[in-house]
């Protein structure tokens, strides 16, 4: 398949587990470990066990952890796994075995990134880039800003974002994915973005130390030459209603370096008036399946009524989703100031000469 042209491109090595011989599990739910237990002797493994942990090893070089972990990613509920943190061929001593565990993945991590329970080969081998995708004035259809979608090459195809996320968030990595994704964006929109805006989707549940988290995102705004304001982070749905204190403090983070915020598919579901006036963002985008249904009179009523209030608010409306030019002028009349779709334009690489290869950040 061929690279697609100028896209900013880089690779990430994943830390993916390797075979092991001992197997420490621990966890506070009392019934789950009996289970594991006894998955642990059907397949060979000697099994010590004391309140709260198990101690498995394998004699068999490894083969028999393996087939372990394929087992019990069937015997085990997804939250039965979250409850339980796994650590392979930890270390001897006290110290180091204790902060071992304490810091290991959960089984439903482990299994996952030993692609028991999830492709995790889509993102490890995948070289990444962003596409971008046009957003207009309605009211002379210029375009003014691109959104920025992350992709994957992997294995002679390209895999879109919502699988690379999905991957690793199972795996753990969803902080990490969450900021190469932002460096990608930002670096393959240098050089022809000009006065545009870049709006790049974010997980503000991914930013714990703000201050250590976007240092390499301000970074990245500097080296690719563009304006703080230039970029319109996007946080949607679960993240707005999830922790709002957490959301909150790290979307101060990003204003206090200038950056903007966009509350993304807002929709009548859950996108009340407290909600946008608690985040208060700059942008409000309306979701596809509310601008879709327009000119049904519910979808209708929705649409004018959080344009309003956003617009109260000072906040820049962008309608998502708009194929035809109905729509377009539906959403228009009633209060879209943006709007953005396969009307406008497709997500695409930039129109550059040559592929830019993308030096990997430090990992934090």
């Known amino acids: 398949m061929a690279s697609p042209i100028g896209a900013a491109r880089r690779r990430e090595e994943w830390p993916l587990p390797e075979a092991a011989t001992r197997v420490l599990l621990a966890t506070a739910e009392e019934n789950v470990l009996p289970a594991v237990?006894?998955?642990?002797?059907?397949?060979?493994?000697?099994?010590?066990?004391?309140?709260?942990?198990l101690d498995l090893s394998d004699e068999?070089?490894?083969?028999?952890?393996?087939?372990?972990?394929?087992?019990?990613?069937?015997?085990?509920t997804g939250a039965e796994a979250?409850?339980?943190?796994?650590?392979?061929?930890?270390?001897?001593?006290?110290?180091?075995?204790?902060?071992?565990?304490?810091t290991a993945p959960t089984l439903a991590q482990e299994l996952a990134r030993r692609a028991v329970t999830a492709e995790v080969g889509v993102l490890a081998e995948a070289e990444l880039w962003s596409a971008y995708q046009p957003i207009v004035a309605l009211a002379d259809r210029a375009v003014v800003a691109h959104e920025a979608l992350l992709r994957g090459d992997s294995d002679g195809r390209t895999v879109d974002g919502g699988d690379l996320f999905f991957v690793a968030d199972s795996a753990g990595w969803l902080p990490r994915l969450d900021?190469?994704?932002?460096?990608?964006?930002?670096?393959?929109?240098?050089?022809?973005?000009?006065?545009?805006?870049l709006f790049v989707n974010t997980h503000p549940t991914s930013v714990l130390h703000p201050d250590a988290d976007l240092a390499s995102t301000a970074?990245?705004?500097?080296?690719?030459?563009?304006?703080?304001?230039?970029?319109v982070l996007e946080v949607g749905e679960r993240a707005a209603v999830a922790d709002r204190g957490h959301l909150l403090a790290v979307l101060e983070s990003y204003r206090a370096r200038g950056w903007r915020v966009a509350l993304d598919e807002v929709a009548a579901g859950w996108s009340s008036r407290s909600l946008l006036d608690v985040v208060r963002p700059d942008v409000v985008k309306l979701g596809r399946a509310l601008?879709?249904?327009?000119?049904?009179?519910?979808?209708?009523?929705?649409?004018?009524?959080?344009?309003?209030?956003?617009?109260?608010?000072?906040?820049?409306?962008?309608?998502e989703g708009v194929e035809t030019e109905e729509v377009a002028e539906e959403a228009a009349a009633l209060g879209a100031d943006l709007a953005q779709g396969w009307l406008f334009g497709r997500p695409a690489a930039p129109a550059a000469t040559e592929p830019v290869e993308v030096?990997?950040?430090?990992?934090?």
């Open 179 to 197: 900021r190469v994704g932002r460096e990608c964006a930002i670096a393959g929109a240098a050089g022809w973005l000009g006065d545009a805006d």
């Open 37 to 53: 237990a006894a998955v642990a002797r059907s397949v060979g493994l000697s099994v010590f066990s004391t309140p709260g942990l």
């Open 291 to 319: 601008v879709s249904a327009l000119p049904d009179d519910g979808a209708r009523a929705v649409v004018r009524t959080v344009a309003e209030h956003a617009h109260r608010l000072g906040a820049v409306v962008v309608a």
């Open 219 to 231: 970074e990245a705004v500097g080296a690719a030459g563009l304006r703080p304001r230039q970029l």
């Open 82 to 102: 979250e409850a339980v943190r796994v650590a392979t061929d930890p270390a001897g001593e006290y110290t180091p075995l204790v902060t071992g565990l304490l």
């Open 60 to 76: 068999r070089e490894g083969v028999g952890v393996e087939l372990f972990f394929d087992r019990l990613s069937r015997a085990l």
């Open 359 to 364: 030096s990997p950040a430090p990992t934090p």
